[in-house]
C-alpha cells in the first residue's frame, strides 16, 4: 500500500507543464494588449498579473480556470486602523474621481473589444474568457490598489474588488504577500510545501469524486493554507507518503480545537484562516483531514 500511494504522491507532486505555463503567458499577454490598445486605459498606472493556484505552482489538473489580476494603482481603496490615523490621512488622500465601476466598465469593453462579445461574459467578480488553442480558460478581475494603513501612516498594498451584485462583500486579496510568503515556506521545506500542496489538492478530488462530503465543501485555497501550517518538520521525510501523513496529523491534532489555530493565518499572513469573516469553519477542516487520512489508510 505504501509504495502504491508513494508513486501516486509523486505524480501528483509534479509542477504544471511547460506547455501548459506558456499559455497562461499567452492569455496575460493577449490581456495586456487589450488594455495597452483601449483609450480609456492605455495611459493608466496598470499592472496584470496570474494570481492564485497557477501564479503559486500549486494547481493541479482539475485547476481549469486561471485568476488573471487587472490592478489599477491611479486611485486605491483606503483601511485605516482608527479615526485619527483616518483624520490625518484624508488632508492628504483626497476623494478619486476615477470609480471602480468606470473602470470595470472600460475593462469590459477592452475585452470584448479584443476577444469578441461571444468569447468575453461578464460575472459579478470576474469576466470569463474562453480558451482556444492559444490560450486557457481565464477568470479576470478588476481591481484597484488596496492600503492597509498602521499608526504611522505607512501602508502595505494589496487589491480590493467589489462584486456586482451588491449582496457580497468587497473582496480584499494579498496576492504579492501570498507569493512570497508560499516562496518562503517552499525554501525552508527543501522546496516541498508546494508539492504536498498539490498532493491533497488532487487527493480532495479523488475523494470528492468517491463522495465524500469533506473533500467536496473544503475549498482548495484552504487546503493549501492547511499545508502551509504545518510545522515545518513534517516535511523532513524521506517519501511522500510520509510527509503526507506527517502533515495530516500535525494539522489535524491542531484542529481539534480552535484554541490552537486561532492564529493561524492564510498563507499571506495578513488574514486569519478561522474568523467569523472566513467561509469554512475549524470542524469543517478537521473532518476533511480525518477523511483525508482515512481514504489513504494510514494507522
Partial sequence: MTQAWDSKFSNWARSPSTTEMQRIQ????????????NPALQNRSITVFTQGSYRNRVNVRA??????????????????????????????????TYTYAT?????????VARFGRAEVTRGSKAFDIKANT????????????????????????GVEMIPDNG???????????????????????????????RILKT?????????????????????ECLVFNAENRCFDKNSYFDMVRAVLANTHNNTLKVETCSEWGEV??????????????VGQANKFLDDAWNYIGYK
Fill in 26 to 37: 499567452n492569455t496575460e499577454t493577449q490581456i495586456r494588449a487589450a488594455i495597452s490598445k
Fill in 134 to 157: 492559444q490560450r486557457v480558460n481565464a477568470d479576470v478581475v478588476a481591481f484597484f490598489e488596496h492600503r492597509r494603513y498602521y499608526a504611522n501612516g505607512n501602508y502595505i498594498s
Fill in 63 to 96: 485547476d481549469s480556470d486561471i485568476d488573471i489580476a487587472v490592478v489599477c494603482y491611479d486611485t486605491f481603496f483606503p483601511e485605516y486602523p482608527d479615526d485619527n490615523v483616518r483624520k490625518s490621512l484624508t488632508e492628504v488622500n483626497v476623494p478619486a
Fill in 268 to 281: 499571506s499572513e495578513l488574514k486569519y484562516l478561522f474568523r467569523n469573516s472566513q467561509p469554512w469553519t
Fill in 203 to 223: 487527493l480532495s478530488n479523488r475523494m470528492a469524486e468517491d463522495g465524500i462530503a469533506s473533500a467536496k465543501i473544503v475549498p482548495s485555497f484552504l487546503i
Fill in 103 to 111: 473602470f470595470k466598465n472600460e475593462l469590459e469593453a477592452a475585452l
Fill in 167 to 197: 449582496v457580497q462583500a468587497r473582496i480584499r486579496n494579498w496576492p504579492q504577500q501570498h507569493y512570497d510568503q508560499g516562496v518562503a515556506k517552499n525554501d525552508l521545506t527543501k522546496r516541498r510545501f508546494k508539492s504536498v500542496v
